[in-house]
């Protein structure tokens, strides 16, 4: 009896000091990659400052490769394969074509977890990829309900759109043509690649609308129509950038819909945190919102939250 | 056989270790379960206290940090307000805007605070621009008027009034560039044509004024945090406001605002935490500190390990001193065992161990005292039951005696040859009944009734042998007949009389046999008027020497002493009873029997022996 107490105490005492011996496990700091295209594009800072506040609060090491613009598929693919050779241990992309993102992601070898932002574009099926998505039907309605508001019956309506594949701006085009053709308006689509944005402009200013589908070409247009001192109150688009709420906020762009890019970046990455830490099984997909805001509305209190992120 | 001892003694060899472990190991195992326990239970009070102490320590100090915060926020808000102070005390009172311009003084002060300010402005009432810097122009479609800072200034025109964080749309700044600020407004008066009017002062403090300092109490590498909020519950600043914006974060700001100053406990969003608020003066905004109950344990995640090294060593440690001191309490006790068993084999004088702690020692002189005196007493036991033994012989002697029965028997030849039948028959009678009861079932307790009857018949033998030379008178009351006595004690007394006192008196001899009872003493007292003896005779008689057969058969014939009388009566009844002789030379003597007064039972005999083996004994 009394041997059997020694040799457990002693056992406790060897459990517990090696136990305090041992070097207590760090947490280790997961790297990931954000590879999208053009990455300084100011059509990111939103969705930064989301994977940035993510990355503080996880304890992740997210670096951001550096982009211009993809010309092809294959330059997106080629980046991320440099990025997972230096050793990144997750990714977060934006397909450049949602068409290829099949075969982009066939590249990726197993192991390394996958958000997609902004669209659920066609992707294998597994528990290490996953979606983080707007809803683009419903964003392309609530701008078509924009334009419907603008005072203009049966309106015509150009809408300014990238000349590739995109899901996003194809369910947003989806969602605008039903909500304007069902009040008796027409679409002119025009895209990006087809000629100059000065040409592009022209056309569309032919219409009683401009709906622009891009954040990007949005500002574009929002400074040809200021540099020419055009009349406000046609131009209207998706976007989130500085420039873009600067053009809202002077009334150059009438209204936006401004998709919550600073979730998207911080679900992405808490996604990825969680998944690495093994807290989650497996990646889902989440959707995310928007809100629509026109340039009377800029400094409601409650909007300026959102649209004035970066100086907070 | 020596093969046989010695497994005998393995035996008890084996059994005394199985039981000196038994001891050993339960006053160990008993010792080191209390002091576990104890160390357990002071354990689990400390760790409380040090919790409890743990977490006061860390709400004083986040009190104190809080309280910090709240004199630097109070201190920079106190420095805004002397610019508008000063702003209007030394620049717009001073000044009739119709001819005066405000613009050298506003833009001197905007310089000399440009890192806190973005701007200062002068509205009059009706919302016009009066004056500003840096930018001189007000944003083109803005109206002053319905904008809160404005209807507040006028709304209540003593205070100062500080806004909530807003980005500014006054002037025509640059181009994208906007910037979050705090307006600080309060309603002035001013001077045109030397007529006075109202206006509004606008000075809009740069919001990154408080969200700096706001920062430098909320490090990175903790839970803990403070965020302000309005007295309306309005965040004004909160470490994770881009989260609670997107909805990816909530506060429990409204509840904080509703609190006075002080410290709370909260369930919040599934956490425990303890809520510090405190105000922040003339704005009336709430500074609150909030405290995970989780942060609480951060950085002890080794003290677990900690506690089981320290009180298994500890355990381990009471259990080896225990071992010790149960090992040096047990052996003494062990030593004495051993004498225990020594005796208990049959050795009645072992070596009794005496020594170890003063109990033991006590325990074992105590063990040896009580020896010996087992000794002494069955040494006593042996002579008391060999001197019983030898006065039942005597006694049993005393009723065989064949010179009385010969005496006896011869004087019944002579009546029968005289032709004196009924004086044969009478003696014949006689004897039968001293037989009988000199029998008594072998029994040595009887009646005082069957005793006195015992005594008349060997005495009415005696009268016809000595030819009634003398008298005997029996006084004995009735109330004394059913008591007990021991058998034949009146028979040798009775002889002695006859043959020392009254034998040669030729008629005059008188024995007087009286019995009495005083309370609890019964007395039989046997009286002569004879020859009487010396002191030193009747010294001698009760004297317990033995005289020997030939002396006791010169004197009286029959073998049986008054010395044997005495012994029987005091190894029955006690040292107080026995013989009295009271004796004076040609007087007479007078033998007093001194017994107790027991009424006779059946079973008396066998309790006045105390032990079964009596009555085997009187059969022997």
Same mark, same amino acid.
């Given at each position: 009896?009394?041997?059997?107490?020694?040799?457990?105490?002693?056992?406790?005492?060897?459990?517990?000091?090696?136990?305090?011996?041992?070097?207590?496990?760090?947490?280790?700091?997961?790297?990931?990659?954000?590879?999208?295209?053009?990455?300084?594009?100011?059509?990111?800072?939103?969705?930064?400052?989301?994977?940035?506040?993510?990355?503080?609060?996880?304890?992740?090491?997210?670096?951001?490769?550096?982009?211009?613009?993809?010309?092809?598929?294959?330059?997106?693919?080629?980046?991320?394969?440099?990025?997972?050779?230096?050793?990144?241990?997750?990714?977060?992309?934006?397909?450049?074509?949602?068409?290829?993102?099949?075969?982009?992601?066939?590249?990726?070898?197993?192991?390394?977890?996958?958000?997609?932002?902004?669209?659920?574009?066609?992707?294998?099926?597994?528990?290490?990829?996953?979606?983080?998505?707007?809803?683009?039907?419903?964003?392309?309605?609530?701008?078509?309900?924009?334009?419907?508001?603008?005072?203009?019956?049966?309106?015509?309506?150009?809408?300014?759109?990238?000349?590739?594949?995109?899901?996003?701006?194809?369910?947003?085009?989806?969602? #605008?043509?039903?909500?304007?053709?069902?009040?008796? =308006?027409?679409?002119? *689509?025009?895209? !990006?690649?087809?000629? @100059? &944005? +000065? $040409?592009?402009?022209?056309?569309?200013?032919?219409?009683?609308?401009?709906?622009?589908?891009?954040?990007?070409?949005?500002?574009?247009?929002?400074?040809?129509?200021?540099?020419?001192?055009?009349?406000?109150?046609?131009?209207?688009?998706?976007?989130?950038?500085?420039?873009?709420?600067?053009?809202?906020?002077?009334?150059?762009?009438?209204?936006?819909?401004?998709?919550?890019?600073?979730?998207?970046?911080?679900?992405?990455?808490?996604?990825?945190?969680?998944?690495?830490?093994?807290? #989650?099984?497996?990646?889902?997909?989440?959707?995310? =919102?928007?809100?629509? *805001?026109?340039? !009377?509305?800029?400094? @409601? &209190? +409650? $909007?300026?939250?959102?649209?004035?992120?970066?100086?907070? | 056989?020596?093969?046989?001892?010695?497994?005998?003694?393995?035996?008890?060899?084996?059994?005394?270790?199985?039981?000196?472990?038994?001891?050993?190991?339960?006053?160990?195992?008993?010792?080191?379960?209390?002091?576990?326990?104890?160390?357990?239970?002071?354990?689990?009070?400390?760790?409380?206290?040090?919790?409890?102490?743990?977490?006061?320590?860390?709400?004083?100090?986040?009190?104190?940090?809080?309280?910090?915060?709240?004199?630097?926020?109070?201190?920079?808000?106190?420095?805004?307000?002397?610019?508008?102070?000063?702003?209007?005390?030394?620049?717009?009172?001073?000044?009739?805007?119709?001819?005066?311009?405000?613009?050298?003084?506003?833009?001197?002060?905007?310089?000399?605070?440009?890192?806190?300010?973005?701007?200062?402005?002068?509205?009059?009432?009706?919302?016009?621009?009066?004056?500003?810097?840096?930018?001189?122009?007000?944003?083109?479609?803005?109206?002053?008027?319905?904008?809160?800072?404005?209807?507040?200034?006028?709304?209540?025109?003593?205070?100062?009034?500080?806004?909530?964080?807003?980005?500014?749309?006054?002037?025509?700044?640059?181009?994208?560039?906007?910037?979050?600020?705090?307006?600080?407004?309060?309603?002035?008066?001013?001077?045109?044509?030397?007529?006075?009017?109202?206006?509004?002062?606008?000075?809009?403090?740069?919001?990154?004024?408080?969200?700096?300092?706001?920062?430098?109490?909320?490090?990175?590498?903790?839970?803990?945090?403070?965020?302000?909020?309005?007295?309306?519950?309005?965040?004004?600043?909160?470490?994770?406001?881009?989260?609670?914006?997107?909805?990816?974060?909530?506060?429990?700001?409204?509840?904080?605002?509703?609190?006075?100053?002080?410290?709370?406990?909260?369930?919040?969003?599934?956490?425990?935490?303890?809520?510090?608020?405190?105000?922040?003066?003339?704005?009336?905004?709430?500074?609150?500190?909030?405290?995970?109950?989780?942060?609480?344990?951060?950085?002890?995640?080794?003290?677990?390990?900690?506690?089981?090294?320290?009180?298994?060593?500890?355990?381990?440690?009471?259990?080896?001193?225990?071992?010790?001191?149960?090992?040096?309490?047990?052996?003494?006790?062990?030593?004495?065992?051993?004498?225990?068993?020594?005796?208990?084999?049959?050795?009645?004088?072992?070596?009794?161990?005496?020594?170890?702690?003063?109990?033991?020692?006590?325990?074992?002189?105590?063990?040896?005292?009580?020896?010996?005196?087992?000794?002494?007493?069955?040494?006593?036991?042996?002579?008391?039951?060999?001197?019983?033994?030898?006065?039942?012989?005597?006694?049993?002697?005393?009723?065989?005696?064949?010179?009385?029965?010969?005496?006896?028997?011869?004087?019944?030849?002579?009546?029968?040859?005289?032709?004196?039948?009924?004086?044969?028959?009478?003696?014949?009678?006689?004897?039968?009944?001293?037989?009988?009861?000199?029998?008594?079932?072998?029994?040595?307790?009887?009646?005082?009734?069957?005793?006195?009857?015992?005594?008349?018949?060997?005495?009415?033998?005696?009268?016809?042998?000595?030819?009634?030379?003398?008298?005997?008178?029996?006084?004995?009351?009735?109330?004394?007949?059913?008591?007990?006595?021991?058998?034949?004690?009146?028979?040798?007394?009775?002889?002695?009389?006859?043959?020392?006192?009254?034998?040669?008196?030729?008629?005059?001899?008188?024995?007087?046999?009286?019995?009495?009872?005083?309370?609890?003493?019964?007395?039989?007292?046997?009286?002569?008027?004879?020859?009487?003896?010396?002191?030193?005779?009747?010294?001698?008689?009760?004297?317990?020497?033995?005289?020997?057969?030939?002396?006791?058969?010169?004197?009286?014939?029959?073998?049986?002493?008054?010395?044997?009388?005495?012994?029987?009566?005091?190894?029955?009844?006690?040292?107080?009873?026995?013989?009295?002789?009271?004796?004076?030379?040609?007087?007479?003597?007078?033998?007093?029997?001194?017994?107790?007064?027991?009424?006779?039972?059946?079973?008396?005999?066998?309790?006045?022996?105390?032990?079964?083996?009596?009555?085997?004994?009187?059969?022997?």
């Amino acid at each position: 009896m009394a041997a059997a107490i020694v040799v457990f105490l002693a056992a406790a005492i060897l459990w517990s000091a090696v136990n305090l011996l041992k070097e207590e496990e760090k947490k280790p700091m997961y790297r990931v990659s954000v590879v999208v295209e053009d990455s300084v594009s100011e059509r990111w800072t939103a969705f930064r400052l989301g994977i940035d506040q993510a990355a503080r609060e996880y304890g992740m090491d997210v670096t951001f490769a550096a982009t211009g613009s993809f010309e092809e598929t294959e330059d997106q693919k080629n980046l991320i394969g440099q990025e997972v050779q230096s050793g990144t241990q997750a990714l977060i992309l934006s397909v450049f074509d949602s068409e290829e993102a099949g075969s982009l992601l066939e590249g990726i070898s197993s192991g390394i977890p996958v958000i997609l932002a902004e669209t659920d574009a066609i992707r294998p099926e597994g528990p290490e990829t996953a979606a983080v998505a707007l809803p683009g039907r419903e964003m392309g309605r609530a701008l078509g309900d924009m334009l419907l508001k603008a005072g203009v019956d049966e309106p015509s309506v150009a809408v300014l759109a990238r000349s590739r594949e995109r899901y996003l701006e194809m369910e947003m085009l989806e969602g #605008l043509t039903e909500t304007v053709r069902a009040a008796g =308006g027409s679409l002119l *689509v025009l895209k !990006e690649g087809e000629a @100059d &944005p +000065d $040409v592009l402009l022209s056309r569309a200013r032919t219409q009683d609308l401009i709906a622009v589908l891009d954040d990007s070409l949005l500002v574009t247009a929002a400074a040809l129509m200021e540099e020419k001192g055009l009349k406000k109150g046609k131009l209207y688009g998706v976007g989130c950038s500085p420039s873009a709420v600067t053009a809202l906020d002077k009334g150059i762009i009438s209204g936006m819909v401004i998709p919550n890019d600073f979730t998207m970046g911080y679900q992405s990455m808490a996604q990825l945190a969680g998944y690495m830490a093994k807290d #989650l099984p497996a990646l889902s997909d989440i959707q995310v =919102g928007y809100t629509p *805001v026109k340039t !009377e509305d800029v400094h @409601d &209190p +409650d $909007v300026e939250k959102l649209l004035f992120p970066l100086v907070q | 056989m020596k093969d046989r001892i010695g497994r005998d003694l393995e035996k008890i060899r084996k059994r005394l270790k199985i039981g000196s472990a038994g001891i050993q190991m339960s006053i160990t195992l008993s010792f080191s379960l209390i002091a576990g326990i104890g160390m357990v239970l002071l354990g689990i009070i400390l760790y409380s206290q040090f919790s409890v102490r743990s977490q006061a320590v860390t709400t004083e100090n986040a009190g104190q940090f809080l309280a910090q915060t709240k004199r630097s926020t109070e201190d920079y808000l106190r420095s805004m307000r002397r610019i508008s102070d000063a702003l209007y005390y030394s620049c717009i009172k001073n000044k009739d805007l119709e001819t005066d311009s405000l613009d050298p003084e506003f833009s001197l002060l905007y310089e000399a605070y440009r890192d806190d300010l973005v701007s200062i402005a002068l509205y009059t009432e009706d919302g016009d621009l009066v004056s500003a810097v840096p930018v001189s122009a007000g944003r083109e479609g803005v109206d002053v008027t319905d904008q809160s800072w404005f209807t507040d200034a006028l709304g209540t025109v003593e205070n100062l009034h500080f806004s909530l964080p807003h980005v500014q749309n006054l002037f025509d700044e640059t181009p994208g560039r906007y910037h979050w600020v705090i307006s600080m407004s309060q309603a002035v008066e001013l001077s045109r044509r030397g007529l006075p009017e109202q206006g509004v002062l606008l000075v809009d403090m740069n919001f990154s004024g408080i969200k700096q300092l706001l920062e430098k109490a909320n490090p990175d590498n903790t839970s803990e945090y403070i965020y302000l909020c309005s007295s309306r519950g309005d965040i004004i600043y909160h470490p994770r406001m881009s989260l609670i914006n997107a909805g990816l974060y909530s506060e429990d700001n409204l509840t904080a605002a509703g609190r006075t100053d002080g410290t709370y406990m909260d369930f919040f969003e599934g956490t425990n935490r303890t809520t510090i608020v405190k105000t922040v003066s003339y704005t009336g905004w709430k500074l609150v500190s909030v405290i995970p109950h989780k942060s609480y344990s951060m950085g002890m995640g080794k003290s677990p390990y900690f506690v089981v090294l320290v009180l298994s060593f500890a355990l381990l440690g009471i259990l080896l001193v225990n071992q010790i001191v149960s090992g040096n309490i047990v052996s003494p006790l062990l030593k004495l065992d051993d004498s225990v068993k020594d005796l208990e084999n049959g050795n009645l004088s072992p070596e009794i161990y005496i020594g170890g702690p003063q109990e033991v020692e006590h325990l074992g002189r105590t063990l040896k005292t009580s020896v010996q005196k087992i000794n002494e007493l069955m040494e006593d036991v042996l002579t008391e039951q060999e001197q019983k033994r030898r006065s039942e012989l005597d006694a049993l002697q005393s009723q065989i005696n064949p010179h009385f029965l010969y005496n006896t028997l011869d004087s019944v030849v002579w009546m029968i040859e005289g032709g004196h039948d009924e004086g044969a028959v009478y003696m014949i009678r006689q004897l039968a009944s001293l037989l009988r009861i000199s029998i008594s079932h072998g029994r040595t307790i009887i009646p005082i009734r069957d005793e006195i009857r015992h005594a008349q018949s060997y005495m009415n033998i005696q009268q016809i042998r000595y030819k009634n030379s003398f008298t005997v008178t029996f006084d004995i009351p009735e109330e004394i007949m059913d008591l007990c006595t021991v058998k034949l004690i009146l028979q040798p007394i009775l002889e002695n009389a006859i043959y020392y006192g009254v034998q040669s008196m030729d008629g005059d001899g008188e024995i007087l046999v009286r019995g009495s009872r005083e309370g609890d003493d019964v007395f039989l007292d046997v009286t002569d008027n004879g020859l009487g003896m010396p002191e030193e005779r009747v010294r001698e008689l009760l004297s317990g020497r033995e005289p020997d057969m030939e002396e006791n058969a010169s004197r009286h014939g029959n073998g049986v002493g008054l010395n044997n009388v005495h012994s029987r009566i005091r190894l029955r009844f006690g040292a107080a009873y026995g013989l009295v002789i009271e004796s004076e030379p040609d007087e007479g003597t007078t033998v007093r029997i001194h017994l107790p007064a027991i009424p006779y039972q059946n079973d008396l005999e066998t309790m006045l022996d105390g032990r079964k083996g009596g009555g085997s004994e009187k059969k022997r």
